[in-house]
């Protein structure tokens, strides 16, 4: 294991030549949560398994604090999940109004929002030790993460790093009791232009490790009308169905 404190207090060591990061800048740059523009869409399939049933999604995202997730199977057209700064609501035709969920809601049971959009990490937590072991593509850093606040849905992360690419190979979320909640398997990266995470596996660890596979079809940096957050206000969200009816 590397002593954090003397880890923390040099910004480079130097072990048979070769530079190391620290532990914290290395998160950072492999933040996974942080390598997806600012304001995007995308579109994703989520598969689950062992049922083998397909699901498409559309996200629409400004900033950290609103994400918009439009539900594009034929049967749920016009239902959205909105995030609000940490608050989740579905938006469904039959509802009156917004129904509030818990931010724990997982999409089709399988995984949350976070783990499919990507937390970020380097923000909202610090790295309490690192070790590094290698496999057949080289070096690994493996960084315990402790959440810097209380209200953190996930307490404690256990996040590998390959140290080569400074991309993430998987990343365990944690209960503050100690129970592991979820495991995240990177697989596939998008590397020409826009960097996101192409191909993930999400690894549900309350329920017998049910399983969801999360691939992203699209994703497109661009401005997002704000309209489209209201939760008041459903126009913008009625132009975007009516757009999308007419596109073959």
Excluded: C
């Amino acid at each position: 294991m590397i002593n954090i404190q003397q880890t923390l207090a040099l910004a480079v060591l130097t072990v048979a030549g070769v530079q190391i990061q620290s532990p914290d800048e290395l998160l950072r740059r492999s933040d996974v949560g942080a390598f997806a523009p600012s304001s995007f869409r995308a579109r994703l399939i989520l598969t689950n398994r062992p049922q083998n049933v397909r699901h498409e999604v559309e996200v629409w995202r400004s900033g950290e604090g609103k994400t918009l997730i439009r539900f594009l199977d034929p049967k749920e057209r016009g239902k959205y999940l909105l995030r609000l700064d940490g608050e989740v609501w579905l938006l469904a035709p039959s509802a009156k109004k917004p129904v509030h969920l818990s931010s724990s809601y997982r999409l089709y049971g399988g995984a949350t929002l976070d783990e499919v959009l990507g937390i970020r990490l380097a923000r909202t937590y610090q790295v309490e030790s690192a070790s590094r072991e290698s496999d057949p593509n080289g070096t690994l850093v493996a960084l315990e993460l402790r959440a810097t606040s209380e209200g953190m849905l996930f307490p404690r992360v256990h996040y590998v790093v390959r140290e080569a690419t400074e991309r993430p190979v998987s990343a365990t979320y944690t209960l503050r009791s100690g129970r592991h909640v979820t495991s995240v398997e990177f697989l596939h990266w998008n590397e020409s232009g826009v960097v996101y995470a192409r191909s993930v596996i999400v690894r549900d660890l309350l329920r017998k490790g049910a399983l969801t596979e999360v691939e992203v079809l699209d994703l497109q940096e661009r401005a997002i009308p704000d309209g489209l957050f209201s939760l008041d206000d459903p126009a913008a969200r009625r132009a975007l169905e009516a757009t999308a009816s007419k596109t073959p």
